[in-house]
């Protein structure tokens, strides 16, 4: 199998997001999939943008958490020419937004 076939094989949206179930929020200890942080995935050819917020607007590891999504889908997903990791703020996280498993991982469940 060539570069390219295992590539797209390899990138698509499933692959990115059990990437970003790999990035965890260091504060919390839970996945930004599970916390509700991801608002969407979008894989066209080799470029991937991954939208997303954080817990509050002035939350000081938004650096690295966008560096951190960027190596997990980087990682789980060799090919990928261009990566965007947009930060939006509407809507605005609430932890109703917490998935079952990260409500559990939370103890809150």
Known sequence: ????AATSFLLNEETVWAALHE???PELGVNVVDLGLVYGVEVAGRRVRVTM????PGCPLHASIAEAVEEA?????????????????????????????????LGWE
Do not use: Q
């Open 1 to 4: 199998m060539g570069e390219s």
């Open 23 to 25: 990035v965890y929020d």
């Open 53 to 56: 917020t954080l817990t509050t």
């Open 73 to 105: 889908v980087r990682a789980f997903a060799p090919g990928v020419a261009d990566l965007v990791v947009e930060l939006v703020w509407d809507p605005p996280w609430r932890p109703e937004m917490i998935t079952p498993a990260g409500l559990r991982a």
